[in-house]
């Protein structure tokens, strides 16, 4: 059974930091490109980065400016994002996942999310 399990969400004020942790089971996790998403209600999800499978390729999204750094441990089936330096603007749920894994009849894995909450 494929699954993913975010954590690491929070409050925090700005200027602070998190490490959210996307735990994976049930797929071949260091075969596939991991991604990193936010979502904030009633505007459309936004990518904030994703990983290669062995980790040596990684891009961001344009708001990230240096602050985020996604990372992988394809020994412990699983991805990390560190934000720092969060702004209030950064408040969103943020989930992990990949397009390209099939599960049942349909392609895309994800996690329900955690939440972050940057406060002013």
């Known amino acids: 059974q494929v699954q993913l399990v975010e954590s690491g969400g929070g409050l925090v004020q700005s200027g602070g930091s998190l490490r959210l942790s996307c735990v994976t089971s049930?797929?071949?996790?260091?075969?596939?490109?991991m991604y990193w998403y936010r979502q904030v209600p009633e505007k459309d999800r936004e990518l904030v980065a994703s990983i290669s499978r062995g980790g040596g390729t990684t891009t961001y999204g344009d708001f990230v400016k240096g602050r985020f750094t996604i990372s992988r441990d394809n020994v412990r089936n699983t991805m990390y994002l560190q934000m720092n330096n969060l702004k209030p603007e950064d408040t969103a749920v943020y989930s992990c996942g990949t397009p390209a894994v099939r599960v049942g009849y349909n392609y895309g894995a994800w996690g329900q999310g955690t939440q972050v909450t940057v406060s002013p």
């Open positions: 049930g797929f071949a996790f260091s075969s596939y490109t």
